[in-house]
């Protein structure tokens, strides 16, 4: 099984998670800290870094780094060059890949494209 886990501060990255998922891992603010055994993806919002530390939190927990196999991140391209800027930054942190950027709650063709990446480490793992 490959988990979604996301985080979402006006729920816009909760809107694009829910098209595919009802299962997938919310990152709490109050609670970042939740403990992965089986591989994710993770997909988060972009904002400055004093509001994504909850991420870094749940990435820096026990072994959670170890099982992220990508990441998605929401956006606006209104931001120019600080489009997605936020998952950009934590390829270079933590050398996960960066494996899609969409906007808002993500198109339908955003959706296709996790699909994809899901199946894509499904097929990886067996
Ligand atoms: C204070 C603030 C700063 C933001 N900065 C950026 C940015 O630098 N680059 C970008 O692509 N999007 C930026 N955004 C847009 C959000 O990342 C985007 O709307 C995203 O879909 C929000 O996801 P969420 O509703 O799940 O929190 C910013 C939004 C806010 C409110």
């Given at each position: 099984m490959t988990q979604i886990v996301y985080y979402s501060v006006t729920g816009q990255t909760r809107r694009f998670v829910k098209k595919i998922t009802s299962s997938a891992i919310e990152i709490e603010p109050?609670?970042?800290?939740i403990e992965m055994n089986e591989p994710f993806i993770l997909i988060a919002p972009t904002y400055p870094e004093e509001m994504i530390e909850p991420i870094n939190d749940f990435l820096e927990t026990n072994r959670n780094i170890n099982y992220c196999r990508g990441m998605f991140g929401g956006g606006n391209?209104?931001?120019?060059?600080?489009?997605?800027f936020t998952v950009r930054d934590l390829e270079q942190e933590y050398?996960?890949?960066?494996?899609h950027k969409f906007e808002f709650q993500g198109s339908e063709q955003d959706v296709e494209k996790l699909k994809k990446e899901i199946r894509k480490i499904e097929h990886q793992n067996n």
């Open positions: 109050h609670n970042p800290f391209r209104n931001f120019g060059t600080a489009f997605c050398g996960v890949p960066v494996l």
